[in-house]
């Protein structure tokens, strides 16, 4: 019986294509932040990510209609971009002078590795178990005269939606009481206008809904359009935690979106809200029409701020009938997943927020959204004029998950112990 088990053996060994074994590639573990664990010749051997990546594949070709490029200098790119992804994952502080050629490099990165390194970082810097639960609340529904062309609080598209006055202190801060009693630990109040020009009894409630929410212990965020350097003080007097005003996407594209608002405009109310000392909440809107170059471009904005954000929502479209992008396609989640990986790695101290569209995410999904690093989503009974994802069924995506609520104000400094081999 023996000589013919290793008859078989030999046999087998020798119908083995040759180089089979030495052409596979090892994919390393999702284990700790700074190393891994392989056995070797029955040892445990530590090899550090960074050193892992040596053997990252390439990112794909350039895209159809250029002129291909000649072995070698594919070969230098290709190198290029395996060097980039390396210093990038390997960095022990954020970075804001990134170019877009260093984040094309890092968002091209094949998706399987990309997601892999993402977390990695993510574990440097954040608890990976950890994941905020949010709660927006449309303080001010419809009647805005912008042309965000996906908005459905705009005056200028038929939506249905019946525009409605400022809402009450007291319904506000039973909203927020609400939130906090279902683990809620940040709340967002959102207003359909503009800017706060000519608001100042609006602002005088605003403030006071913000001291109220602030009394109870949460965290506080609004986006109120464009402000200025003094109303971005006053916020501030009121113990305003967060101002959210996304950039949306990338420069490029942006006027294909938006006409009565400029990028600049909106860089501007962001230097207000920063120089007043609140914490800058900006990201954007995937599946408008845009490309990849623009997911780059969006990135590229908000990495490249003097500071970068607290926080970086990543939005998917939800079309809304009766709005120009009303039946756009749904946004393939790769791409979801990709510039969640790439802001991680190019922010890494940052809170990365799945915001609208999440609804339409399987669990799975939202999953490896958190391993490639998202820790925070929005939860509760809508989110502005969209649905959203209920606190139980949250609640049970993150009993089933391991996953635990990040506690207001609160950032855990050191990750979770890991499980070693």
Not at 61 to 70: E, I
Not at 368 to 379: D, E, L, P, R, V
Request: proline share 6%; glycine share 8%.
């Amino acid at each position: 019986m023996k000589s013919t088990t290793a008859a078989a053996r030999l046999a087998r060994s020798t119908l083995r294509p040759a180089g089979l074994a030495s052409s596979r590639r090892a994919v390393p573990p999702l284990v700790a932040p700074a190393q891994s664990w392989r056995a070797i010749s029955g040892r445990a051997h530590m090899s550090t990510v960074v050193e892992d990546l040596g053997s990252t594949p390439s990112p794909p070709p350039p895209p159809p209609g250029t002129a291909p490029a000649s072995a070698s200098v594919e070969a230098e790119r290709e190198a290029n971009a395996r060097e980039i992804l390396k210093k990038a994952v390997a960095a022990t502080a954020p970075r804001n002078n990134w170019t877009k050629e260093e984040i094309s490099a890092i968002y091209y990165t094949p998706l399987m590795d990309l997601a892999f390194q993402a977390g990695t970082v993510h574990r440097r810097f954040h608890n990976p178990a950890e994941v905020q639960l949010c709660t927006l609340m449309n303080i001010k529904t419809g009647g805005c005269t912008e042309d965000c062309s996906y908005c459905a609080q705009s005056t200028r598209y038929q939506t249905g939606l019946k525009a409605q006055r400022v809402e009450s202190v007291e319904s506000v801060l039973e909203s927020a009481r609400v939130a906090k009693e279902n683990g809620s630990t940040r709340f967002c109040m959102g207003a359909a206008w503009r800017d706060m020009r000519g608001r100042k009894n609006s602002l005088k409630n605003i403030k006071t809904m913000v001291e109220g929410v602030r009394g109870m212990g949460m965290e506080v965020c609004v986006t109120l359009g464009m402000i200025d350097e003094h109303q971005a003080k006053e916020l501030k007097e009121a113990g305003l935690t967060a101002y959210n005003h996304n950039v949306d996407t990338s420069r490029e594209f942006y006027p294909s979106v938006i006409s009565t608002r400029t990028y600049d405009e909106r860089l501007k109310t962001l230097s207000h809200v920063r120089d007043a000392g609140i914490n800058v909440c900006s990201g954007g809107i995937l599946g408008l029409g845009e490309k990849s170059k623009d997911h780059i471009g969006l990135l590229h904005t908000v990495s490249t701020l003097p500071s970068h954000p607290e926080s970086f929502p990543v939005n998917a479209l939800v079309p809304i009938k009766g709005t120009p992008l009303g039946d756009r396609k749904p946004l393939e989640f790769t791409s979801m997943l990709r510039t969640i990986a790439t802001a991680r790695i190019v922010m890494p101290s940052t809170i990365i927020r799945i915001a609208a569209g999440r609804k339409t995410m399987s669990e799975e999904k939202q999953a490896m959204c958190f391993m490639a690093g998202a820790n925070a989503i929005f939860t509760g009974e809508k989110m502005l004029t969209t649905e959203c994802n209920g606190w139980d069924e949250d609640n049970t995506m993150f009993g089933r998950w391991g996953l635990v609520p990040m506690k207001s104000f609160e950032k855990s400094p050191q990750p979770a112990p890991e499980i070693q081999a």
